[in-house]
């Protein structure tokens, strides 16, 4: 018996299931956010952890760049962080973004379902700038 592929979508979903129910409510709305930014965004389970990336067309890169990946969303005790893997390369006009890591990391941190909603369109802008770098 052959087991089918499950989609990432469904992995995605299945592990956001198993979170508590407040940030069950919180990631998947930071994911409809994020997924609703652009069309050439999708999610997959990365580093244990909800992860979107560019889908589109893109010139050659070296793996190792993350040049793909957009964001991961990583639970913490407190709050919820949006690591953006290449964020430094974003020129963040809405102080969405902290951090100033060696490696390029930029993160966005959300405590509740309210902060989501008042830094919906700052993390849509974000996006749409990271996605404005991408080497097509």
């Known amino acids: 018996m052959?087991?089918?592929?499950?989609?990432?979508?469904?992995?995605?979903?299945?592990?956001?299931?198993?979170?508590?129910?407040?940030?069950?409510?919180?990631?998947?709305?930071?994911?409809?956010?994020?997924?609703?930014?652009?069309?050439?965004?999708?999610?997959?389970?990365?580093?244990?952890?909800?992860a979107f990336y560019y889908n589109g067309p893109m010139q050659p890169f070296n793996p190792k760049e993350y040049s793909r990946d957009i964001a991961v969303i990583h639970v913490r005790k407190a709050n919820i962080l949006i690591v953006f893997p290449t964020g430094a390369k974003v020129e963040d006009t809405t102080g969405l973004l902290q951090g100033n890591y060696t490696d390029g990391r930029r993160i966005a941190t959300f405590k509740d379902l309210d902060d989501v909603h008042a830094k919906a369109e700052d993390l849509k802008k974000v996006i749409r700038q990271w996605l404005s770098l991408v080497n097509k």
């Open 2 to 50: 052959s087991r089918e592929k499950i989609a990432d979508q469904d992995l995605v979903t299945e592990l956001i299931k198993n979170l508590s129910p407040d940030f069950m409510e919180i990631i998947t709305s930071l994911r409809e956010v994020i997924l609703s930014a652009d069309e050439h965004i999708s999610e997959h389970v990365k580093w244990n952890s909800p």
